[in-house]
């Protein structure tokens, strides 16, 4: 089987992830910061080690500024409703996953906060240009992908940060198709920087977490979700200290330590490595799609990376993901939970994705292009 669906989750997973998950399972199965006897003690302890992993590979100096989620959709809640407060003003791209766009969509249906979606298409600094003027004096957060999940664009995220830092607004980074590919540093100004642990950091779905900046005030910080956590038991509110006011309920201790040895797994390849592996497979396919005269591919000017978007004359991205599933190549169609994105490509709803992974190689591209060829005959 091929498989270029890495966008939505990375597969395989390194042997280390599975041997970590495993051994949390048959050695320290107890609930983290719920007692005191060797099991949840062993487990508090996993949790700390994967804390300290994520916060210095995202260079922070604080791991109690790593709160874990379930996936980056959860961190991008937990970020956006924690950060918005009524009558706030929010800024997003055109290039929005719907795990940005529908928390959003929400507050202003609540009469919380209004939005403006700003185009980030063109070049970095036309991408800066239409923030500034989008900007209010009532913006309080820009929530922004660093990489589109449906396409190669990347957005300036170091230089978008040093304006809301500038103009007392928060950064919010969507770093879903970005952390374990591209350098990310928290040190360059985000506020808050989401990803999920399943995607380019090779850890377990069910795992993702949001990194704070090491001078977060999380006094104006409100949680998502309430109830216990272990610390402060006594008291009926969750407070403002984290991690624990931002982690109700028990962690997934045995998707946390995948994440864990997922980082490094990374962190022993570099990223540098992981990404060019990535780019150079893109490549490879992008110049067979050039040959085929049916093929549109979308963004063509952008660098090759991750992802590639195409679609086909005379057949829709859906019907063509399907014929190639047939051939056991996985790909993904439709709209990637991403209208925005689409609407800006102009793709009409439906093309076919491929996202790569440090495992896929120059066999399965060149098989994927005479199937495809074959198909398209």
Known sequence: MIYFDNAATTFPKPPEVIRGMTDCMRKFGGNPGRGAHP????????????RSETAS????????NVVFTSNATQALN??????????????????????????????????????????????????????????????????????????????PIKEISE????????????????????????????????APGHKGLYGPQGSGFCLFADDFDFSRFTPLLYGGNGFNSAKTQMGNTPPESFEAGTVAVPNITGLCRGIKFVKKLGTKRI????????????????????????????????????GADGISGTELSLLLARHDICTRAGLHCSPLAHDALGTGGDAVRLSFSVFNTFAEADEFCKVLGNLLR
């Open 275 to 310: 990404r060019e592996h990535e780019s150079a497979v893109c490549a490879r396919i992008r110049g067979c799609l050039e040959e085929f005269k049916k093929v549109k591919i979308y963004l063509s000017e952008e660098p090759c990376a991750s992802t590639l978007l195409f």
């Open 163 to 194: 304006f809301c830092r500038l103009r007392n607004a928060v950064h919010i980074i969507d770093a879903a198709q970005s952390a374990g590919i591209y350098d990310i540093n928290i040190k360059d100004g985000a506020s808050i920087i989401c």
């Open 57 to 64: 590979f995202f260079g922070s100096d604080k791991p109690e």
């Open 78 to 155: 937990t970020a956006i409703f924690g950060t918005v407060k009524p009558g706030d003003h929010i800024l997003i791209s055109n290039l929005e996953h719907n795990s940005v766009l529908r928390p959003v969509a929400e507050l202003y249906r609540r009469g919380i906060a209004s939005y403006t979606v700003f185009d980030a298409l063109g070049s970095d600094e036309e991408t800066l240009e239409n923030i500034k003027r989008a900007f209010r004096r009532n913006t309080r957060a820009v929530v922004t992908t660093h990489v589109s999940n449906v396409c190669s664009k990347k957005l």
């Open 39 to 50: 099991l949840a003690l062993a487990a508090a302890e996993a949790v700390y080690d994967a």
